[in-house]
């Protein structure tokens, strides 16, 4: 109920903004709306959204599988995290659109070169949570798991992963909105469709009506897919504390 | 920490190690474990056949139901054997229950249900019921004695409970303080289900005064 009159508030402060503003600089939700109705009349919409929904789909799960692996190798082998831990921190400093500029330079305008920047991005924030995660894993387990030699990757399913959860769960929330806001740079600077893209032309034409048709209209995909993909998640795999508690 | 320390369990014998506190007895469980690596000298483990352990604490995965527990370490256990062994600890309506759900006591049987479900060809046990009340203590151990007598295994069993050691054991190793050596190497003839009261008594009289001895009444904490 909170939520819903915060929403309501959100809406009405933009629309006494925009009385202010003028519908050049800043139209009204009314107005955004019916940009976002007749873009999704036409298709226009649901193409644009598919496809950098399916680059951020990419993006993310490559940046959250590498990002785990490396962490979990850092956290538990003291070596590989002496070894690694210096280009951790010349990745977490690099700024977004030196990688995406250099990747488009060395990879040419192509779809590969973009997720594999978006992902280059993403991937030193899971690894540090992952790591975190992965120093505070319990021993005692380990040691269970030794003595009964239960099978690595059984090990790594059963008794690694769960108590890895809410690192990941942590490293994924934090993880899908840093990804689409940065394959919008992606698609603005060098490819030729997504909502990225789009945004950019209307930015040329001055369409601001067009372009928070396209934020807005992403937003609400994510805003789904925490409700309906990753909370569930979250929750299933908590299921044993609630239980417990 | 430990010195000389050499002893062979066979077949189906039951072996507690029994000292005063703190001088190794843990350490040497872990050595025969594998999980001290740090050691000079060799053990020496059952060539075939698997290593079943009940730790301190249960160590159970908290976010597996008592059954999945269970079932990761052994999942040849067939869903007879696996019935049998959770009514024999009168787990079967825990089955299903995370462990955050359980009791100590409950905690403490289901890492026994995990530790025989390997089917283990050597059982090490960690004072498996230490902090227990008494009334529940001797329960678990009656339970403990009819599983390892159903059971194919060897068992050497860490405990400052002298009782639970000359009512559990074949033999008793009573280990000096540290560098701890072996001190003695009590064989108790008389079969588990047979001993009587008296005869534990007398035993355990025997073996308290040989502690005393070497300074430690062998009741203290670990």
């Known amino acids: ?245 | 920490m430990l010195r000389d320390v050499a002893f062979t369990i066979g077949p189906r014998e039951v072996v507690a190690l029994v000292g005063p506190s703190g001088c190794g007895k843990t350490t040497l469980l872990r050595i025969v474990a594998g999980l001290d690596t740090e050691f000079e000298g060799a053990v020496t483990r059952p060539a075939a056949g698997r290593l079943g352990m009940v730790f301190q604490e249960p160590r159970l995965l908290a976010w597996r139901t008592v059954e999945e527990n269970v079932r990761l370490v052994a999942p040849d256990a067939t869903p007879d054997a696996l019935a049998l062994l959770f009514d024999a600890l009168e787990l079967a309506e825990h089955r299903g229950h995370h462990p955050g759900e359980l009791s100590l006591g409950l905690a403490r049987r289901a890492a026994l249900a995990r530790a025989f479900a390997v089917d283990p060809a050597l059982l090490l046990l960690d004072e498996p019921f230490v902090s227990l009340d008494l009334p529940l203590a001797r329960r678990l151990r009656q339970q403990l004695i009819a599983l390892i007598d159903t059971h194919s295994t060897a068992t050497l069993i860490v405990t400052h409970d002298l009782e639970e050691a000359v009512s559990l054991a074949d033999r008793v190793l009573l280990l000096s303080p540290r560098p701890a050596r072996i001190l003695a190497d009590i064989a108790i003839g008389t079969p588990r289900k047979l001993r009587s009261e008296a005869e534990m008594q007398r035993t355990m009289a025997a073996i308290g005064k040989r502690l005393d001895a070497i300074g430690s009444n062998g009741r203290g904490p670990a």
Not at chain 1, 9 to 31: C, D, I, K, N, Y
Not at chain 1, 225 to 241: A, F, G, K, N, Y
């Open chain 1, 1 to 245: 109920m909170q939520r819903v009159a915060s929403l309501l508030l959100f809406f009405a402060t933009w629309w006494v903004a925009s009385l202010f503003a003028g519908p050049q600089m800043l139209p009204g939700p009314e107005r955004v709306l019916a940009v976002i109705v007749a873009q999704a009349r036409t298709g226009e919409l649901f193409a644009q959204l598919g496809v950098t929904l399916a680059r951020v789909a990419c993006a993310f799960t490559l940046a959250m599988v590498v990002g785990t692996a490396i962490g979990l190798a850092m956290g538990r082998v003291r070596l590989v995290d002496r070894l690694g831990d210096p280009w951790l921190i010349v990745l977490l400093n690099l700024p977004a659109l030196v990688v995406i500029v250099l990747a488009f330079i060395w990879g040419g305008l192509t779809e590969v070169a973009g997720i594999l920047a978006v992902a280059v991005n993403k991937l030193p924030n899971t690894i540090v949570t992952v790591r975190e995660g992965s120093r505070a894993l319990d021993r005692e387990l380990d040691e269970m798991a030794q003595v009964f030699a239960i099978p690595r990757w059984k090990a790594l399913r059963h008794v690694v992963l769960p108590q890895l959860a809410p690192y990941i769960a942590a490293a994924a929330r934090s993880g899908l909105s840093l990804v689409w806001k940065i394959v919008l740079i992606v698609e603005l600077l060098g490819r030729p469709n997504g909502v990225g893209f789009e945004i950019g032309t209307a930015f040329q034409l001055f369409d601001v009506t067009l372009i928070l048709a396209y934020a807005l209209s992403f937003v609400v995909v994510v805003l789904l897919i925490e409700t309906l993909l990753v909370q569930p998640i979250e929750r299933r795999v908590s299921r044993w504390r609630a239980r417990a508690a």
